[in-house]
Structure formats: C-alpha cells, structure tokens
C-alpha cells in the first residue's frame, strides 16, 4: 500500500522544519568530508543553519495554519516558542566549541545532534497531535541522551548519561501510557477532538487517570518535584556546554508540550490538571530552593535552583489562562537566557585540568577581572529575582497570574522561596567580592570570541530588565 503525498500547500507551514531537516542532513554528509582540524566550518554551518531557521520564522515564510490533518499546528504561540528555541540552541552551540575541542571532546555528531534535537523541539511546540507529541519528544530525547555521553571515557559523564537515559525513558513511559488512556476515552489522536469531548468523555475515570499519568509525563520531563531526581546527577555528570543546551531549550519545548496537552486537549478539565500543576509547584518552590542552600558546587546548586524555577514556572500554568500561558512563556523565555549564562559563567572560566564548577572557585574574582565578576554578578542577581533585571519581571509576572487564578497560597509560597533563592546566589556575590581567593584562583583566558558571548548573554539580562515591554508584549500577543 503506498501512502498518500500531501500536496505542497500542506507543506508551506513546515517550510522552516524542512529546511532545517534538510541542511542538517547535509551538514551530516559534509562533516564526512572536512578534516578534524576544519570542524570550526561545520560547528559555525550549523549556527548559521539555526540563524537561517529562526529567520525564516521571523520574516513568516510558508505562512501559519493547521495542516497534515490537523497533526501540525504553526501560529503565534509556536512561531515565538520556535525563535527563541533557535537562538538560545545557537548560543549553546557558541559556548561549546572551545570547551569540547580543548578538552579532545569535540566530535562531528555533536552540531548534528542539537540540530536534530531542535528539529524534535519545533515539531514538539506545534504538536496537533498525540503523535506528533511523541515523535518530537523522542526526537529530542534521544540526541540529549547522546549529547550527555559525548565524553564516552569519562565515568561521570557515562553515569550520567545511563542514569538520562533509563530515567528519561520511564517518563516517556509514563508520558506514553497517560496518552493511550486518554486515546481509549476518546477514540481519537487528535487534540482538538479530545478538547471537544474532554468533559462529556463516556468513561470519565479512564480520561482523569490519563490526565494524571499526562501531567506527571510533563513533571517528568521538566525535572519538577517528585519527578526530579535526574536533573541534578545528569546537570553535573554532563560537560558543561551540554548542560547549557539540554538546561535552556527544552524547558520551552517542554512548556509547548505541556501547553498543547493541557490547554489544547485537556482544557476543559482545567480545574483538575491546574490543582495538580499547583502542587508540584509548591514541593519543586520548596525543596528545590532548600536542598540548592547545602550545595558546594556550582552546577548542582544551579541544577537544584533550577527546580525551583520550574517551581516558578509552573505558577503561570496554574493560573491559567491566556495571561497566565503569557506569563508561563515569558518565564520560560527569561530562565532559558538565564541559565545559559549561569553555565556559560563556568565554560569561560575553565581552563583545561580545571573546572570551575565550585562556589569557592569563585573567590577574589572581583580582584582578578573586575569586568567578568561584574558580569557574574548580572547573572546571579537576574537568577535572585534582583530589580530591574529580567528575572524580577519574570517572577512578578507569574505570581501575578497566580493571583489572577485565585491561588493565593501558591503566591506565597513563591515569594517566600524568592527570598530563600536569593541566599545562594548572594552567596557567589559574596565569594567573589569580599572574600580571599583559594590558591590561584580562576583567570579567565577563554578564547575571546566566547568572552564576547558570554558577554552579550550576561548584559542581555540588564537590557531585557530595562526594556522587558516588548519581550512580555510579544508572548501576550502568541495567546492573544
């Protein structure tokens, strides 16, 4: 039986995926043929491919719509979710060229790899489909669980990768499972039928139990409490630009997943699923903050916090809403920035034999780079929710859409973690302004294109701070 070519009108919509499906393909033949001291041709193709790609979106080519029969939807909300995934994708891949290729990690596959992941993301945020769901969130799953073990000959990167894979594995698991009872309820994949009969569904159990088994999919794979357990071993485990891409990106492709299935099929159980949302919310706020005030090292505190930024997250879905999905997006946009930059603060300061993955490797910085501290400090204070820098604005805009949903409680519990947050990141301020450095110390003598990104990334928490309208404006306009 040979199947049915859509026409290419159906394909219109797809013509940023095709096109970077297509040059990632072809980046894979060319690698082939470059020799390993050029891989700098292929590593900087495949940011110029996602450049292109986030272009193509911005200038609107192929148009919006709902098409392959309503498998796939593009509009506003998927086209802001898809620049920012290849922009923030593109910065991962500035901050590990010089990092893997110092330290002989470097491998062809690498660019290939989170070009094929983004691939999975795109097709993740204009998911129409329980299909369409699942094959985006296993095309990004499994290159993330190669992109970890890239470092085959050392053991924490291998723990870490085996610990991803067999964890990330149950969540899809349980991911899977929770869509096939609510497919039984239904007797449909698609998720705007499954809206349609959501709450007139002939076997009501069965469609509440794949919705719980759905919203603890989505935990899953956002690391929120109780479902975190992997997040810390494989942030640390993970070489450090690996960890900037797999910590930044796909918490927005997870927040599209979450907000296809939820408000795209589940909406009118909203009252049900926003309960559940708000109960991860206060354990990931709470233990998240307080297990990340005993950590040492720099990586599992940030993995830790990141948690509790779930936590914060998760507010906005809870409020519900098109103001509370604004205020969701807006978050997920900033962490994104956010995090890259946490992680991108140890890229630039490593050296080869040296990481500085410690908090105390942080110590007498000011004395050593005043200008790098200084942007350290940008970094941690956006993260502390530290006014007029773009993590404020965020945190005040999902506990207003907390608020706006009648969740008092869960406001306060995130102003109360807030002030607990603002502790450990104080405490790298702290490190590397007022005390004593701990033998050399770290100088920074990374290459001086990665300074100039890490630069950009770390002011760009200032400038979006002071002029954050227009990013907010935007992510309102995609719920419109």
């Excluded at 797809?14 to 700098?40: K, N, Q, Y």
């Excluded at 410690?358 to 942007?375: E, H, Q, T, Y």
């Excluded at 302004?433 to 050399?440: A, C, L, M, N, R």
């Amino acid at each position: 039986m040979t199947l049915p070519i859509p026409p290419a009108v159906e394909l219109l919509p797809l013509t940023p995926e095709l096109v970077l499906v297509g040059a990632t393909f072809a980046l894979l033949m060319l690698d082939l043929f470059v020799d390993e001291s050029r891989r700098a041709i292929t590593h900087l193709a495949a940011i110029v491919i996602l450049l292109v790609t986030a272009g193509l979106i911005v200038a609107g080519v192929g148009g919006q719509g709902v098409v392959l029969n309503g498998m796939f939807i593009r509009d506003d909300a998927a086209d802001v979710m898809k620049i920012a995934i290849c922009v923030i994708s593109a910065m991962s891949l500035c901050y590990a060229w010089s990092y893997l290729r110092d330290r002989g990690l470097y491998k062809g596959e690498v660019p290939v790899l989170m070009l094929f992941a983004v691939s999975g993301m795109m097709l993740l945020v204009s998911s129409g489909s329980l299909v369409m769901v699942y094959l985006g969130l296993e095309m990004l799953a499994l290159s993330s669980y190669a992109l970890v073990a890239v470092d085959r000959d050392g053991p924490v990167a291998s723990e870490a990768a085996i610990k991803y894979f067999v964890l990330g594995s149950l969540a899809s698991g349980i991911l899977l499972y929770g869509l096939s009872l609510i497919y039984g309820a239904t007797g449909t994949l698609d998720l705007a039928q499954i809206r349609a009969v959501a709450d007139v569904s002939s076997n009501p159990d069965l469609m509440l139990t794949g919705m719980v088994f759905v919203v603890a999919g989505i935990a899953f794979k956002f690391g929120a409490v109780p479902f975190h357990m992997w997040l810390p071993d494989v942030y640390h485990g993970a070489p450090t630009p690996i960890t900037i891409f797999i910590g930044a990106a796909p918490k927005l492709a997870t927040f599209g997943m979450a907000y296809r299935l939820l408000e795209g099929g589940l909406g009118p159980l909203d009252a049900r699923w926003q309960l559940l949302i708000a109960g991860l919310a206060a354990l990931s706020l709470v233990i998240g903050n307080l297990v990340a005030l005993a950590q040492s090292n720099l990586k599992r505190m940030l993995a830790y916090s990141t948690i509790s930024h779930v936590g914060f997250l998760f507010l906005g879905l809870a409020g519900g809403g098109a103001q509370g999905y604004a205020a969701a997006l807006f978050y997920a946009i900033s962490y994104a920035i956010m995090s890259a930059a946490a992680f991108g603060a140890i890229v630039v300061l490593s050296n080869r034999g040296f990481e500085a993955d410690g908090i105390d490797d942080f110590k007498g910085l000011n004395a050593r780079s005043p200008w790098m501290a200084g942007l350290v400090l940008c970094v941690m204070a956006s993260l502390a929710g530290v006014p007029p820098f773009l993590g404020f604005w965020a945190k005040l805009a999902v506990l207003r859409a907390a608020l706006n949903g009648d969740l008092m409680w869960l406001a306060i519990v995130g102003i109360v973690s807030a002030v607990i947050g603002a502790f450990y990141y104080l405490r790298v301020i702290k490190a590397m302004y007022f005390d004593e450095p701990v033998g050399e110390g770290p100088i920074p003598r990374a290459d001086r294109p990665l300074r100039a990104v890490f630069g950009v990334n770390a002011l760009a928490l200032l400038a979006l701070g002071l002029f954050w309208n227009p990013l907010m404006a935007w992510c309102q306009q995609a719920f419109a």
